[in-house]
C-alpha cells in the first residue's frame, strides 16, 4: 500500500494503527499550490501525533471554493506532490463532498485522535463538532498565513 489511500482502507489502516497504539492526526485542504504555509502547516500538525493522514478536496470541491481556472493542479498531481512530504504519512483523495454530513461520516470511519487546523481557519465549530463525535481533539497548530496562500501567490504572479 503506498501512501494515496482510499477512504475504506484509511479506516481499516486507522484502526489497526490506533490498536498497535499510535496517535492519528488527520487534517484536510485543497494544497494546489505547494507553498512554504502548507509545508509548515503539515510539519506542525505532524508533531500532534504519530500519523497524518489528509483528506485532499476534488478539483470540483477547489473550484466550487476558489473559483474558475482553479485548481491549477489536478487532485492526483496534488496528491503525488504531497505524498513525497516526510510529514504526510497518507492522502486520501475525497470525491465531490459538500455537505458537512459528508464530512462527519468520513471522520466516523477514520476516527482520528486529532484533528488539525490552522488558527484562524474557518469552520473551527464544524471541526469540534466533528471530533467530539469521535472522542478527538481539534489541535490549531500555526497561525494561516494570509500572504502565502495559493490564491494570493496566483493573484501575485497574475
Do not use: W
Request: with cysteine.
Amino acid at each position: 500500500m503506498g501512501k494515496i489511500i482510499n477512504i475504506n482502507d484509511a479506516a481499516k489502516l486507522s484502526k489497526q494503527l490506533k490498536q498497535g497504539g499510535k496517535t492519528i492526526v488527520l487534517s484536510g485542504g485543497c494544497f494546489d499550490i505547494l507553498h512554504t504555509g502548507h509545508i509548515a502547516f503539515l510539519d506542525a500538525a505532524k508533531k500532534q501525533g504519530d500519523l497524518l493522514f489528509v483528506l485532499l478536496e476534488s478539483d470540483e470541491n477547489v473550484r466550487n471554493k476558489k473559483g474558475e481556472g482553479r485548481p491549477v493542479n489536478p487532485q492526483e498531481d496534488r496528491s503525488i506532490v504531497l505524498s513525497a512530504l516526510p510529514s504526510v504519512d497518507y492522502i486520501i483523495p475525497l470525491r465531490g463532498m459538500t455537505k458537512n454530513e459528508e464530512y462527519d461520516k468520513l471522520i466516523v470511519q477514520i476516527k482520528p485522535d486529532v484533528i488539525a487546523m490552522t488558527k484562524n481557519e474557518p469552520g473551527l465549530e464544524q471541526r469540534k463538532k466533528q471530533a467530539e463525535m469521535v472522542g478527538a481533539k481539534v489541535k490549531l497548530v500555526i497561525e494561516r498565513i494570509k500572504e502565502k496562500s495559493t490564491t494570493d501567490l496566483i493573484n501575485k504572479n497574475g
